[in-house]
Protein backbone atom coordinates (compact mmCIF):
# COMPACT_ATOMS: atom_id res chain seq x y z
CA UNK A 1 0.00 0.00 0.00
CA UNK A 2 1.27 3.94 -0.66
CA UNK A 3 0.41 4.88 2.90
CA UNK A 4 -1.92 8.12 2.78
CA UNK A 5 -1.80 9.85 0.38
CA UNK A 6 -2.78 14.33 0.60
CA UNK A 7 -2.59 16.58 -2.33
CA UNK A 8 -1.43 18.85 -3.29
CA UNK A 9 1.72 18.92 -0.99
CA UNK A 10 1.96 22.62 -1.16
CA UNK A 11 -0.54 25.37 -1.70
CA UNK A 12 -0.36 29.22 -1.97
CA UNK A 13 -2.91 31.40 -2.52
CA UNK A 14 -4.33 34.62 -1.70
CA UNK A 15 -6.83 35.70 0.72
CA UNK A 16 -10.59 35.10 -0.33
CA UNK A 17 -9.67 32.39 -2.36
CA UNK A 18 -11.04 28.70 -1.88
CA UNK A 19 -8.92 26.10 -0.82
CA UNK A 20 -9.33 22.21 -1.59
CA UNK A 21 -7.20 19.68 0.25
CA UNK A 22 -7.64 15.94 -0.73
CA UNK A 23 -6.64 12.99 0.62
CA UNK A 24 -6.87 9.71 0.39
CA UNK A 25 -6.65 6.65 3.14
CA UNK A 26 -5.28 3.68 3.54
CA UNK A 27 -7.13 0.69 2.21
CA UNK A 28 -9.35 -1.05 4.61
CA UNK A 29 -8.67 1.80 7.45
CA UNK A 30 -12.28 2.45 8.17
CA UNK A 31 -11.67 6.41 10.15
CA UNK A 32 -9.77 9.16 8.92
CA UNK A 33 -9.09 12.08 10.78
CA UNK A 34 -7.83 15.87 9.38
CA UNK A 35 -5.19 17.48 11.73
CA UNK A 36 -3.71 21.18 11.30
CA UNK A 37 0.09 21.84 12.27
CA UNK A 38 1.28 25.42 13.75
CA UNK A 39 4.31 26.31 15.50
CA UNK A 40 1.74 28.05 18.05
CA UNK A 41 -1.04 25.42 18.45
CA UNK A 42 0.56 22.29 17.55
CA UNK A 43 -1.42 19.46 16.40
CA UNK A 44 -4.88 19.83 16.26
CA UNK A 45 -7.76 17.14 15.35
CA UNK A 46 -10.09 19.17 13.02
CA UNK A 47 -12.70 16.45 12.64
CA UNK A 48 -13.13 12.84 12.00
CA UNK A 49 -14.86 10.54 9.98
CA UNK A 50 -15.65 7.00 10.88
CA UNK A 51 -17.39 4.94 7.70
CA UNK A 52 -17.39 7.82 6.26
CA UNK A 53 -19.95 9.50 8.78
CA UNK A 54 -18.39 12.77 10.58
CA UNK A 55 -18.08 12.26 14.29
CA UNK A 56 -16.24 14.64 16.32
CA UNK A 57 -15.90 18.35 14.10
CA UNK A 58 -15.35 20.19 17.27
CA UNK A 59 -12.29 20.89 16.56
CA UNK A 60 -12.96 23.14 12.58
CA UNK A 61 -12.18 26.44 13.24
CA UNK A 62 -15.44 28.28 12.29
CA UNK A 63 -17.62 27.81 9.24
CA UNK A 64 -15.51 28.62 6.14
CA UNK A 65 -13.69 25.12 7.37
CA UNK A 66 -15.98 22.26 5.74
CA UNK A 67 -15.38 18.81 5.49
CA UNK A 68 -16.38 15.27 3.01
CA UNK A 69 -16.03 12.08 2.71
CA UNK A 70 -18.04 10.97 0.20
CA UNK A 71 -16.52 7.32 -0.19
CA UNK A 72 -14.07 5.32 1.46
CA UNK A 73 -11.61 6.47 -0.47
CA UNK A 74 -11.38 9.76 -0.41
CA UNK A 75 -12.04 12.87 1.76
CA UNK A 76 -11.90 16.90 1.40
CA UNK A 77 -10.95 19.63 3.17
CA UNK A 78 -12.36 22.77 2.03
CA UNK A 79 -11.39 26.22 3.28
CA UNK A 80 -13.71 28.96 1.58
CA UNK A 81 -12.82 32.04 2.48
CA UNK A 82 -9.21 31.33 2.89
CA UNK A 83 -7.16 33.92 5.52
CA UNK A 84 -3.94 34.11 6.15
CA UNK A 85 -4.34 32.52 9.51
CA UNK A 86 -5.35 29.31 7.81
CA UNK A 87 -1.83 29.09 6.75
CA UNK A 88 -0.33 25.89 8.44
CA UNK A 89 0.37 22.30 7.42
CA UNK A 90 -2.61 20.06 7.40
CA UNK A 91 -2.35 16.29 7.53
CA UNK A 92 -4.70 14.23 7.09
CA UNK A 93 -4.80 10.29 9.23
CA UNK A 94 -5.89 6.92 8.82
CA UNK A 95 -6.52 3.93 11.42
CA UNK A 96 -8.61 1.09 12.24
CA UNK A 97 -11.20 1.80 14.73
CA UNK A 98 -13.04 -0.65 16.68
CA UNK A 99 -15.97 -1.26 19.51
CA UNK A 100 -13.82 0.29 21.95
CA UNK A 101 -10.42 -0.12 20.65
CA UNK A 102 -8.15 2.42 18.64
CA UNK A 103 -4.95 1.30 17.00
CA UNK A 104 -2.19 3.41 15.13
CA UNK A 105 -3.23 6.39 13.31
CA UNK A 106 -1.45 6.76 9.92
CA UNK A 107 0.10 10.34 8.76
CA UNK A 108 0.22 11.62 5.43
CA UNK A 109 2.74 13.78 3.82
CA UNK A 110 0.66 16.99 4.53
CA UNK A 111 -0.45 19.85 3.07
CA UNK A 112 1.47 23.10 3.55
CA UNK A 113 -0.34 25.56 2.90
CA UNK A 114 0.26 29.58 2.72
CA UNK A 115 -2.32 32.15 2.10
CA UNK A 116 -1.39 35.67 1.30
CA UNK B 1 -12.29 16.57 27.21
CA UNK B 2 -8.83 14.85 27.50
CA UNK B 3 -6.23 17.88 27.99
CA UNK B 4 -2.51 16.45 28.21
CA UNK B 5 0.37 18.01 29.37
CA UNK B 6 3.97 17.80 27.74
CA UNK B 7 7.02 18.52 29.03
CA UNK B 8 9.79 19.62 28.97
CA UNK B 9 9.49 21.39 25.74
CA UNK B 10 13.05 21.46 24.57
CA UNK B 11 15.37 18.42 25.60
CA UNK B 12 19.61 18.84 24.67
CA UNK B 13 21.44 15.64 25.44
CA UNK B 14 24.51 14.12 24.74
CA UNK B 15 24.88 11.11 22.36
CA UNK B 16 25.01 8.43 24.60
CA UNK B 17 22.83 9.49 27.40
CA UNK B 18 19.31 8.88 28.15
CA UNK B 19 16.27 11.37 27.83
CA UNK B 20 13.35 11.13 29.36
CA UNK B 21 9.61 12.94 28.22
CA UNK B 22 6.81 13.37 30.42
CA UNK B 23 3.45 13.33 29.79
CA UNK B 24 0.12 13.81 32.12
CA UNK B 25 -3.68 13.35 30.85
CA UNK B 26 -6.86 14.40 32.59
CA UNK B 27 -9.59 11.62 30.88
CA UNK B 28 -9.18 8.37 32.96
CA UNK B 29 -11.10 6.60 30.54
CA UNK B 30 -8.37 7.07 27.72
CA UNK B 31 -6.75 3.64 26.98
CA UNK B 32 -4.42 4.05 24.35
CA UNK B 33 -0.96 6.24 24.71
CA UNK B 34 1.05 6.22 21.34
CA UNK B 35 4.12 8.31 20.83
CA UNK B 36 5.24 9.56 17.64
CA UNK B 37 8.35 11.10 16.41
CA UNK B 38 8.22 14.20 13.40
CA UNK B 39 11.41 14.94 11.64
CA UNK B 40 11.57 18.35 10.42
CA UNK B 41 9.49 18.73 7.65
CA UNK B 42 8.27 15.27 7.71
CA UNK B 43 5.04 13.20 9.17
CA UNK B 44 4.49 12.14 12.48
CA UNK B 45 5.71 8.79 13.17
CA UNK B 46 4.00 5.96 15.71
CA UNK B 47 7.49 5.19 17.66
CA UNK B 48 5.65 3.11 20.45
CA UNK B 49 2.48 2.64 22.21
CA UNK B 50 1.02 1.35 25.16
CA UNK B 51 -2.30 0.44 26.49
CA UNK B 52 -4.23 1.14 29.72
CA UNK B 53 -3.74 -2.48 30.67
CA UNK B 54 -0.09 -2.54 30.44
CA UNK B 55 2.36 -0.54 32.26
CA UNK B 56 5.56 -0.64 30.58
CA UNK B 57 6.54 -1.75 26.83
CA UNK B 58 9.73 -1.89 25.55
CA UNK B 59 11.41 -1.71 21.84
CA UNK B 60 15.21 -1.70 21.56
CA UNK B 61 16.41 1.67 22.80
CA UNK B 62 12.64 3.15 23.85
CA UNK B 63 10.34 2.11 26.29
CA UNK B 64 7.14 3.86 27.84
CA UNK B 65 5.68 3.63 31.16
CA UNK B 66 1.80 4.12 31.96
CA UNK B 67 0.93 5.12 35.56
CA UNK B 68 -3.00 5.32 35.12
CA UNK B 69 -3.21 6.00 39.03
CA UNK B 70 -1.06 9.19 38.55
CA UNK B 71 -2.45 9.64 34.86
CA UNK B 72 1.02 10.05 33.37
CA UNK B 73 3.39 8.25 31.39
CA UNK B 74 6.92 8.56 29.76
CA UNK B 75 9.18 8.04 26.93
CA UNK B 76 12.41 6.97 27.52
CA UNK B 77 15.19 6.48 24.70
CA UNK B 78 18.67 5.36 26.00
CA UNK B 79 21.60 5.18 24.39
CA UNK B 80 20.78 8.58 22.28
CA UNK B 81 22.15 8.76 18.88
CA UNK B 82 22.30 11.90 16.39
CA UNK B 83 19.50 10.91 14.33
CA UNK B 84 16.93 10.80 17.17
CA UNK B 85 17.17 14.74 17.29
CA UNK B 86 13.29 15.47 16.63
CA UNK B 87 10.07 16.75 17.84
CA UNK B 88 8.55 14.02 19.77
CA UNK B 89 4.35 13.83 20.77
CA UNK B 90 2.94 12.22 23.21
CA UNK B 91 -1.01 11.37 23.04
CA UNK B 92 -4.26 9.61 24.88
CA UNK B 93 -6.52 8.65 23.45
CA UNK B 94 -10.38 6.70 24.00
CA UNK B 95 -11.34 7.53 19.92
CA UNK B 96 -9.41 10.30 18.87
CA UNK B 97 -5.98 11.29 18.96
CA UNK B 98 -5.28 14.27 21.73
CA UNK B 99 -1.62 15.36 21.51
CA UNK B 100 0.86 16.99 24.36
CA UNK B 101 2.65 20.20 22.95
CA UNK B 102 6.19 18.19 21.58
CA UNK B 103 9.06 18.01 22.68
CA UNK B 104 12.16 18.80 21.01
CA UNK B 105 14.66 16.74 21.80
CA UNK B 106 18.59 17.31 20.36
CA UNK B 107 21.07 14.59 20.46
CA UNK B 108 24.81 16.72 20.44
CA UNK B 109 27.15 14.13 19.02
Known amino acids: DAGVIQSPRHEVTEMGQEVTLRCKPI?????LFWYRQTMMRGLELLIY????????DSGMPEDRFSAKMPNASFSTLKIQPSEPRDSAVYFC??????????????FGPGTRLTVL | GENVEQHPSTLSVQEGDSAVIKCTYS??????FPWYKQELGKRPQLIID?????GEKKDQRIAVTLNKTAKHFSLHITETQPEDSAVYFC????????FGTGTRLLVSP
Open chain 1, 93 to 106: ASSLLGPGLINEQF
Open chain 1, 27 to 31: SGHNS
Open chain 1, 49 to 56: FNNNVPID
Open chain 2, 27 to 32: DSASNY
Open chain 2, 50 to 54: IRSNV
Open chain 2, 91 to 98: AASIQKLV
